[in-house]
Structure formats: C-alpha cells, structure tokens
C-alpha cells in the first residue's frame, strides 16, 4: 500500500484485522488469514516533508491438508491514521 502526505512516520497508527476469512470462487471452501503484522518503509524520521511511504502487510495463511485448490478471495480493512 501506498501511504501519501505523511509529515511524522512516528506518528502513524496501522490497524489491521485479527483475521480474515477467504472463500473459494466456485466452491464453499474457505481459508483463514490471521496474526496480520505491517512495515512502513521510506523516510521514517520526524519531518518527511509530505513524502510518500509503503505499508507492507504480511499475514499468515492457515491451509489445510485436504485444501481444495483454486482462487480464494475476501476483503479486509487497513486504516492508517496520523496522530
């Protein structure tokens, strides 16, 4: 993600979901996204002047043994708020 006119990268608060369920396009199969975690990269001092950062989300993936294949999707929120 593409995070614009930061002034503080100190002062940013990313949340993100406890989890997340993804269905399977054509099927009823589901997978279970969880322990989300982020990285902010770019300028990460005090006065960035306005520039832009990136916001990295990792998550883990629970796929089990007998896991249909195929195309799994969902939809999650991140919010990012300067404080």
Known sequence: FRVASVTD??????TLPALV?????????TLVTRDFVSRIAGCLAADCGGSTLTLDVGLTLDIGPDQAPGRYVGTFTVTVNES
Not at 9 to 14: D, H, I
């Open 9 to 14: 990268p100190t002062r940013l608060k990313v």
């Open 21 to 29: 369920v993804l269905s399977r396009i054509g099927g009823g199969e």
